[in-house]
């Protein structure tokens, strides 16, 4: 009632108010409520019946935690005094006349006015539990000021009257009391208490501007409601019926094959060979753009975990007529330019290692989430630059070409790389977007997981040998031998080790010098080595 909570300012108030004021009320069922009405289950948001200190909430946090894989949905009917109709569902409702009569309220509603002949309705209806588990996270912390935004999964209702039904009786409890009805009836009676007291809410102007809202657009409707009211709220998110059809008409065109499909693959294939043997990034990034491959592995990794074989066949195939189709053109590029040069941009791509599987999964996380969320989708075309599916395979087409296993080996282990990662954890995003249920995805997943493991074999001895070769070009990056200064250190892992080193002396140096270097590099290692030099002069 905005009065004093100590008992002897409170009596002091009482005796020495002269004055009386006229509030607004809210009753539930005809009956008063003087703090707050909890509908349902809300369970982790009921005030305590003393404050509790941070410590206490966190052991209460904890303990509500068990309830959460228990909760379910149920289904509301709302309904205002202009006959304003509101189907949905819900775990619980929490219902105050002023946001300070109720912790959560306190946080979540931002404007309110006193004597207005309104009350404040907040809705709760998450459809998962972690998305619970977090919003209860967030509210330990403490806050001086309501939060800006909503959460996506509370409704709001400003209303001075309000008709709540159900099929069946709805427990729920009114200043802590317990009660069960079909229709909870909630109305506010202006004027309707008369307080011979000092109280804020008497002190404040009068809000009898404020104006009705019912923010529910984003709170259960339709399918969706039906869902939840039938199940036990999913640990996971899990995608709506409409969100599932539109996604699935999407990957399901992505998995065909088409000339469109076929002719981006050829013009990517091509201006990616000539990016790499003009050492250009630029041209090689544009290729990437142009390539369309991360479409229909997307389908394929989305048709894993729904374990639709007629999306895997199809999105198979399709990956592998543009890899062919990639190949090819490379190979056939390779052939026409009378040129065998290994450029920077091709050796690059010759040593995949566990970075590159890396990139791979998060490019992979990056599509699926971009292919379900209709709003990012424009991000696919930095999800095809980041994971850089064409480059290796054109590197693997010059490789043909050039009839060189170790350059097509390499590159095409690199192209395999990004294939699996992007496949496998595509999957597990759709799969935590609620896409696929695991029991449904297991299969396909464990068997991308093993080719994964696979392909983590060679990268793993790939990552090894690039470590050991950091070790070596670190000990002798900016060493001195005997006044001469070793710079551009490379080191290629060999029998014996292979350095190149570019030595800086202040004078020129004699065969028997750098033989002495030598001997001295291989005390250093502890290995025998094969020593290329580049001598300067340093005046």
Same mark, same amino acid.
């Given at each position: 009632?905005? +009065? *004093?909570?100590?008992?002897?300012?409170? $009596?002091?108030?009482? #005796?020495? @108010?002269?004055? %009386?004021? =006229? !509030?607004?009320?809210?009753?539930?069922?005809?009956?008063?409520?003087?703090?707050?009405?909890?509908?349902?289950?809300?369970?982790?948001?009921?005030?305590?019946?003393?404050?509790?200190?941070?410590?206490?909430?966190?052991?209460?946090?904890?303990?509500?935690?068990?309830?959460?894989?228990?909760?379910?949905?149920?289904?509301?009917?709302?309904?205002?005094?202009?006959?304003?109709?509101?189907? +949905? *569902?819900?775990?619980?409702?929490?219902? $105050?006349?002023?946001? #300070?009569? @109720?912790?959560? %309220?306190? =946080? !979540?509603?931002?404007?309110?006015?006193?004597?207005?002949?309104?009350?404040?309705?907040?809705?709760?209806?998450?459809?998962?539990?972690?998305?619970?588990?977090?919003?209860?996270?967030?509210?330990?912390?403490?806050?001086?000021?309501?939060?800006?935004?909503?959460?996506?999964?509370?409704?709001?209702i400003k209303a001075p009257y309000l008709k709540i039904e159900n099929e069946t009786a709805i427990d729920f409890t009114v200043d802590g009391l317990k009660n069960s009805a079909e229709v909870i009836i909630l109305e506010v009676k202006q004027e309707a208490l008369l307080l011979k007291q000092k109280s804020i809410y008497a002190?404040?102007?009068?809000?009898?501007?404020?104006?009705?809202?019912?923010?529910?657009?984003?709170?259960?409707?339709?399918?969706?409601?039906?869902?939840?009211?039938?199940?036990?709220?999913?640990?996971?998110?899990?995608?709506?019926?409409?969100?599932?059809?539109?996604?699935?008409?999407?990957?399901?065109?992505?998995?065909?094959?088409?000339?469109?499909?076929?002719?981006?693959?050829?013009?990517?294939?091509?201006?990616?060979?000539?990016?790499?043997?003009?050492?250009?990034?630029?041209?090689?990034?544009?290729?990437?753009?142009?390539?369309?491959?991360?479409?229909?592995?997307?389908?394929?990794?989305?048709?894993?975990?729904?374990?639709?074989?007629?999306?895997?066949?199809?999105?198979?195939?399709?990956?592998?007529?543009?890899?062919?189709?990639?190949?090819?053109?490379?190979?056939?590029?390779?052939?026409?330019?009378?040129?065998?040069?290994?450029?920077?941009?091709?050796?690059?791509?010759?040593?995949?290692?566990?970075?590159?599987?890396?990139?791979?999964?998060?490019?992979?996380?990056?599509?699926?989430?971009?292919?379900?969320?209709?709003?990012?989708?424009?991000?696919?075309?930095?999800?095809?630059?980041?994971?850089?599916?064409?480059?290796?395979?054109?590197?693997?087409?010059?490789?043909?070409?050039?009839?060189?296993?170790?350059?097509?080996?390499?590159?095409?282990?690199?192209?395999?790389?990004?294939?699996?990662?992007?496949?496998?954890?595509?999957?597990?995003?759709?799969?935590?977007?609620?896409?696929?249920?695991?029991?449904?995805?297991?299969?396909?997943?464990?068997?991308?997981?093993?080719?994964?493991?696979?392909?983590?074999?060679?990268?793993?001895?790939?990552?090894?040998?690039?470590?050991?070769?950091?070790?070596?070009?670190?000990?002798?990056?900016?060493?001195?031998?005997?006044?001469?200064?070793?710079?551009?250190?490379?080191?290629?892992?060999?029998?014996?080790?292979?350095?190149?080193?570019?030595?800086?002396?202040?004078?020129?140096?004699?065969?028997?010098?750098?033989?002495?270097?030598?001997?001295?590099?291989?005390?250093?290692?502890?290995?025998?080595?094969?020593?290329?030099?580049?001598?300067?002069?340093?005046?």
């Amino acid at each position: 009632m905005g +009065t *004093s909570g100590k008992l002897e300012e409170a $009596v002091k108030e009482i #005796l020495d @108010s002269k004055d %009386s004021h =006229r !509030l607004d009320f809210l009753f539930c069922n005809g009956k008063p409520v003087f703090q707050a009405v909890n509908i349902g289950d809300v369970f982790a948001l009921t005030e305590a019946p003393v404050k509790r200190s941070f410590v206490q909430e966190v052991v209460n946090f904890l303990k509500n935690l068990k309830k959460l894989p228990s909760l379910t949905h149920r289904s509301f009917r709302l309904s205002s005094d202009e006959e304003k109709i509101v189907l +949905t *569902s819900a775990l619980g409702m929490i219902v $105050v006349e002023h946001p #300070l009569n @109720s912790v959560v %309220s306190k =946080r !979540l509603i931002s404007k309110s006015a006193t004597n207005d002949g309104m009350f404040h309705v907040l809705i709760l209806s998450p459809q998962n539990v972690f998305e619970l588990f977090w919003f209860l996270l967030r509210s330990l912390m403490p806050r001086k000021k309501p939060m800006d935004v909503l959460p996506s999964f509370i409704g709001q209702i400003k209303a001075p009257y309000l008709k709540i039904e159900n099929e069946t009786a709805i427990d729920f409890t009114v200043d802590g009391l317990k009660n069960s009805a079909e229709v909870i009836i909630l109305e506010v009676k202006q004027e309707a208490l008369l307080l011979k007291q000092k109280s804020i809410y008497a002190t404040e102007e009068n809000g009898g501007g404020e104006k009705k809202s019912f923010k529910t657009e984003k709170l259960p409707k339709g399918e969706l409601r039906d869902e939840l009211t039938k199940r036990k709220l999913p640990i996971l998110p899990r995608a709506t019926t409409e969100e599932f059809q539109e996604l699935f008409k999407v990957l399901r065109e992505n998995a065909k094959v088409s000339s469109p499909f076929v002719v981006m693959m050829i013009l990517s294939a091509v201006i990616a060979t000539f990016g790499l043997f003009g050492n250009s990034s630029p041209v090689i990034i544009g290729a990437m753009i142009l390539a369309p491959i991360i479409s229909p592995i997307v389908s394929f990794s989305m048709g894993m975990v729904r374990y639709d074989t007629n999306m895997l066949k199809k999105g198979i195939i399709t990956i592998l007529i543009g890899t062919l189709v990639a190949l090819t053109f490379a190979a056939v590029v390779s052939l026409m330019i009378p040129l065998k040069v290994l450029t920077p941009e091709i050796d690059a791509r010759l040593s995949p290692t566990l970075l590159d599987l890396g990139i791979a999964v998060a490019s992979g996380i990056a599509a699926a989430y971009a292919h379900a969320k209709e709003e990012i989708a424009k991000s696919l075309a930095g999800v095809a630059i980041a994971v850089a599916l064409v480059p290796p395979l054109a590197v693997a087409g010059i490789g043909i070409g050039w009839w060189s296993w170790e350059v097509f080996s390499g590159a095409f282990l690199l192209y395999l790389t990004n294939m699996a990662g992007i496949i496998l954890f595509a999957g597990i995003t759709f799969l935590l977007l609620g896409f696929a249920p695991f029991k449904r995805a297991r299969m396909g997943l464990v068997y991308t997981l093993l080719i994964v493991i696979l392909v983590m074999i060679p990268l793993s001895l790939s990552f090894n040998r690039i470590q050991e070769e950091a070790a070596f070009t670190n000990i002798l990056e900016k060493a001195t031998f005997d006044k001469v200064v070793l710079r551009n250190v490379k080191v290629r892992l060999g029998t014996p080790l292979r350095v190149s080193v570019r030595l800086v002396g202040s004078s020129s140096l004699k065969d028997e010098d750098i033989k002495r270097i030598k001997n001295e590099i291989e005390e250093e290692l502890g290995e025998e080595i094969i020593l290329e030099v580049v001598t300067a002069i340093e005046f």
